[in-house]
């Protein structure tokens, strides 16, 4: 009960638009791979999959924002966030393995490969973390996710939210190829998050 | 109100109106050979659409307590001021003064207009909006374009939200014709036939609305049958001088036949509707000039996937003040 309320309350406040171009809603594992602008960016996404979907998907969240007061942590409880802390980040506890044992082979992911926040609407380098999942689970789909707007709506530093209008675009799915390079892989994930800016 | 046989005509008249048109719509998609040009017809069918929208809303006032009224125009200004803030480009130091406009100024004026305080809620946004607008941009420390923001947030705020409130603010004016009230200030005090107020508000509202809307169809009409003078192409290809006078001539000629659902008499009505009529173009115009300085084709384009409201009321939004402030100078005891 507490999911879908939250889910109706994020996209209200974010006047969130979920457009799916090239790609439908699927149960399929999936990895959503999208630009990262807000601390809202993993909520909104997760609240705008339709309802099967949202039960089956688990955002990564940063530790250090979701977990920090009651009301957080209760929120992201219920929107199944995958809290990562990303100061404590060690060798042998790889969040890649951390995240693939946590979703199984029901789950899918909603990672965020620019690592932080963008200040603007650039996007920045992709991380490898991304590269690494689809690489121990090449049956993943990797999907990419544009939000729009959603800096504005809640900008880095602020703690406050402007009931602004927010665009998600979901593109269609990509895999690891065989003998693809790192940064081959993580080149392409990027144009093709680019991509559907314009799209 | 609702036993009032004028108010069943009135809106009963408009329901076949808008029916009729959505049969035409209908028809019309589906003879795809007409040879009319199909993005026309989805214009068209669009348009429709939202006056469906707009007119249920204003008949829901017939029925609903004024204040339920009024918070159906407050979401819908809400609405308007996002959709108007999303397409105007601000600078992250403007997101605080954004919030307390968004979270405080807008429903504070909805519940002045719900209260009645006409002192307050016709100063508020005009006067101490722009005073805190201004000064709360001063004090995030970001003086980059300061004037250009500031100008940016505040003219938001008074389009979307304090023009679209005093719609709803008529339904709490004593209106009395202007032979009612010539009389009330010639009777003696203490006499015993006072002249009633008119008391149909919630009824002149929509025919306020049904206007505007037509006069917004009637110069689109106009505009496509007789247009040649375009007024200003870099602004918009479609309004054209001879559509603004022929459409507000006819909403006028429209308004004054349907004189007799408001307090007005013909000739009131006539003058009223083309004045409000031409107010409701020079919205569209405006609307028009800053979609186009953003390059882009309907605020619902802006971000995909919505409807785009402020496509629809910015008429609304500029007749709204002149609308109430005939009403209130002329209508009303002084």
Same mark, same amino acid.
């Given at each position: 009960m507490t999911g879908p309320l939250i889910a109706m309350i994020a996209k209200l406040l974010t006047g969130a638009s979920a457009r799916w171009v090239d790609c439908q809603p699927d149960t399929c594992q999936r990895v959503y791979f999208a630009n990262h602008t807000s601390h809202l960016d993993s909520l909104v996404i997760?609240?705008?999959l339709p309802g099967v979907i949202r039960n089956l998907t688990r955002p990564v969240a940063a530790k250090d924002y979701w977990?920090?007061?009651?009301?957080?942590?209760y929120v992201a409880g219920h929107f199944n966030a995958l809290l990562i802390d990303r100061k404590d980040i060690k060798v042998h506890q790889s969040p890649v393995d951390l995240l693939l044992r946590e979703i199984g082979s029901v789950n899918s992911l909603i990672v965020f490969p620019e690592g932080h926040r963008s200040a603007g609407t650039q996007i920045g380098a992709f991380k490898s973390g991304l590269y690494y999942l689809c690489k121990k689970r090449p049956d993943l789909e990797a999907v990419p996710v544009h939000l729009d707007n959603m800096n504005r709506i809640l900008p880095r530093g602020e703690f406050l939210p402007v009931p602004l209008l927010s665009c998600i675009t979901f593109g269609p799915p990509m895999w690891l190829e065989t003998g693809e390079q790192k940064a081959d892989f993580l080149d392409r994930a990027r144009e093709n998050l680019l991509r559907l800016k314009d799209a | 109100m609702i036993s009032d046989p004028i108010t069943w005509i009135f809106v009963a008249g408009v329901l076949l109106l808008l029916g009729v048109a959505t049969t035409v719509g209908h028809f019309l998609k589906g003879q795809p050979e007409s040879g009319l040009n199909p993005a026309m017809v989805q214009t068209f069918n669009r348009r429709i659409r939202a006056w469906w929208l707009l007119c249920s809303l204003v008949a829901a006032a017939l029925f609903l307590p004024q204040s339920a009224t009024v918070v159906l125009f407050g979401l819908l200004a809400f609405w308007a001021l996002r959709?108007?803030?999303?397409?105007?480009?601000?600078?992250l130091s403007d997101h605080r003064t954004l919030f307390w406009v968004f979270i405080l100024f807008t429903p504070l004026q909805f519940v002045l207009? *719900?209260? *009645? #305080? %006409?002192?307050? %809620?016709s100063t508020l946004i005009p006067v101490y909006g722009l005073l805190f607008v201004t000064a709360r941009v001063a004090f995030s420390g970001d003086p980059k374009r300061f004037l250009e923001r500031t100008a940016k947030i505040q003219?938001?705020?008074v389009l979307c939200i304090y023009c679209l409130s005093l719609a709803p603010a008529l339904l709490y004016l004593n209106i009395y014709s202007t032979a009612d009230i010539r009389q009330l200030q010639e009777l003696p005090q203490g006499a015993d036939l006072v002249p009633q107020p008119y008391g149909k508000n919630p009824l002149l509202l929509f025919y306020f609305v049904f206007v505007v809307q037509m006069g917004d169809a009637l110069q689109y009409l106009w505009g496509k049958i007789l247009g040649r003078r375009v007024i200003a192409p870099a602004v918009s290809t479609t309004r054209t001088w001879e559509g603004m006078l022929a459409g507000s001539g006819s909403t006028a000629l429209l308004g004054a036949a349907l004189y007799w659902a408001t307090p007005f008499n013909e000739w009131q009505a006539g003058c009223i509707c083309l004045v409000i009529a031409l107010a409701g173009f020079a919205g569209g115009m405006a609307m028009s000039a800053i979609k186009r300085d953003r390059g882009v084709q309907d605020y619902g384009t802006l971000v995909v996937g919505?409807? *785009?409201?402020?496509?629809?009321?910015?008429?609304?939004?500029?007749?709204? =003040?002149?609308?109430?402030?005939?009403? #209130?100078?002329?209508?009303?005891? =002084?």
């Open positions: 997760w609240s705008s977990g920090k007061t009651m009301l957080r942590r | 959709e108007f803030i999303t397409l105007t480009p601000t600078r207009v *719900g209260l *009645g #305080k %006409y002192d307050l %809620y003219a938001g705020l919505h409807g *785009g409201v402020l496509d629809r009321i910015d008429s609304l939004c500029f007749a709204a =003040p002149v609308f109430f402030l005939l009403t #209130k100078t002329f209508f009303t005891l =002084p």
